[in-house]
């Protein structure tokens, strides 16, 4: 049965080729969403690995964060650029959970997760979830989650208010855009938890600290952060 399986997938592989979200390469059959040198090449920051690393320098003065990292790099032509482009514009959710489950499994060889009790992605509003189809956020928590095992908690951070896009916006700006824009919903289910907050791209870290002064508003909260990439300036 598996020769004839094989054999389909090899016929399915020449008719509709399978591409890599990365590079664009065909993918070979053991392959799925992103090649093996692709797996192999993304540039790793290991930031979860060293308590003082540019992304927790970040929030040095701004919050209260226990421990901050990110997956890989994010610049121009990047693989994880276009990775996280597939995810977001083009709706390849899958690529989202692959990545989150990539991550966490580097996360949990580490002592980053040690004493992390529920996992919150950076929520979207309504209107621009409904819009999109998804919060890109979430499936990458759900794919940290699934390597973890820690639970995910949509519903207790919300966005009350829609924000205008922070592209090239200045940082003083993108702090600006999403002050008191976030809440808390029901706080007694987070009192005295240490909440991994995940987003997908860090760039200056506004987003994430609007979240987090939120959260610590509830009584004996902490807070950590991740995110997929952090943008390179």
């Not at 053991?30 to 060293?50: A, G, K, R, S």
């Not at 989150?100 to 979207?124: A, Q």
Request: with cysteine; glycine share 6%.
């Amino acid at each position: 049965m598996s020769y004839l399986y094989d054999l389909w997938d090899d016929l399915l592989s020449i008719l509709f080729p399978r591409l890599c979200y990365a590079c664009g390469n065909q993918l070979l059959r053991n392959e799925f969403l992103i090649c093996t040198e692709c797996h192999v090449l993304i540039p790793q920051t290991n930031y979860h690995l060293e308590d003082d690393n540019p992304v927790a320098r970040l929030f040095w003065g701004r919050c209260r964060i226990e421990k901050a990292a990110a997956f890989s790099f994010y610049n121009k032509d990047s693989r994880i650029r276009k990775l996280i482009h597939n995810l977001k514009y083009k709706g390849i959710t899958e690529i989202g959970f692959e990545l989150g489950k990539i991550y966490g499994e580097s996360l949990i060889r580490s002592d980053f997760l040690t004493g992390i009790d529920v996992i919150i992605p950076v929520p979207l509003h309504q209107s621009k979830k409904r819009a999109r189809g998804f919060n890109q956020s979430e499936i990458i928590s759900d794919g940290i989650s699934s390597a973890t095992g820690i639970m995910v908690n949509r519903d207790s951070l919300q966005r009350i208010t829609v924000s205008e896009t922070q592209t090239r916006r200045s940082r003083f700006d993108r702090w600006i855009n999403v002050e008191g824009i976030f809440c808390v919903k029901d706080a007694s289910l987070l009192e005295g938890k240490h909440i991994l907050l995940i987003d997908d791209v860090i760039t200056t870290g506004s987003t994430l600290e609007s979240c987090a002064n939120e959260l610590l508003k509830v009584e004996g909260v902490k807070v950590s952060v991740a995110a997929l990439a952090m943008a390179v300036v």
